[in-house]
């Protein structure tokens, strides 16, 4: 009896050990998790107007015009938000519903787009009384000229405003109250998408523009989902 148990013990020893083995050898680099965007190397970039899944309305445009800097930081051209703009509302292509799961012949033919990204807001949350805001955003950079899905990874960040007027006791309590209130409240929501982009994207592999362009291959991609607090 004791002998039938080592042996049993010593097989499931040799499945679960190749397994923990190839998690712990698993490449998790850029140039690995990324590598048709390598292969690819697209060079402009059409930011797409946001799918905006919340009850928050304006989180639409917040986010489109955050897209910009980032993306630019990274090293790829962008093209102008605000023009772009003016062509989707006039091809009534401003709803990226019927786009980020279809075809981008247009947007490569029309513009010269090499990529769209698309922003997908999931969830959008302003606690004035605590003094945050939380963000739940996926971005997804598909090919204009292959379709495929070249990068992909989505983020919950909070961005906390809250305010210490340093003043004790009971008073100072709710006068920090009434001040983070009024800071969050007044924050521009630019500010947080631009954040909340610049971080998420932070694993994104660098553009032609950039002095690391084909340079970070080598560099852990990280985890598909992040979460993060300034």
Known sequence: MKKTIIIAMALVAGLVLPAQAGTQGEDNS?????????????????????????????????????????????????????????????????????????????????????ACMFTVIKDWKRLNALGTITVNVEFILRSTKT????????????????????????????????????TTASTDKAVVGRKCAVYVLGNMPEGPYSPNYQKDQSVKAGKDNVSATF
């Open 30 to 114: 850029r140039g690995t998790k990324y590598a048709q965007m390598y292969d690819e190397k697209p060079r402009a970039i059409v930011v797409m107007p946001p799918i905006n899944r919340t009850n928050h309305v304006e989180a639409k445009d917040y986010f489109y015009s955050a897209m910009y800097v980032p993306l630019c930081d990274k090293g790829y051209y962008v093209f102008p938000p605000m023009l772009t703009m003016e062509m989707f509302q006039t091809e009534s292509a401003y709803d990226a519903e019927q786009f980020v799961d279809g075809s981008l012949d247009a947007f490569r033919n029309v513009l010269g787009a090499d």
């Open 147 to 182: 379709g495929a899905t070249l990068y992909q990874r989505e983020g919950t960040v909070s961005v906390d405003q809250s305010v210490k007027t340093n003043t004790g006791g009971l008073l100072g309590a709710l006068l920090d109250v009434a001040a983070t209130a009024a």
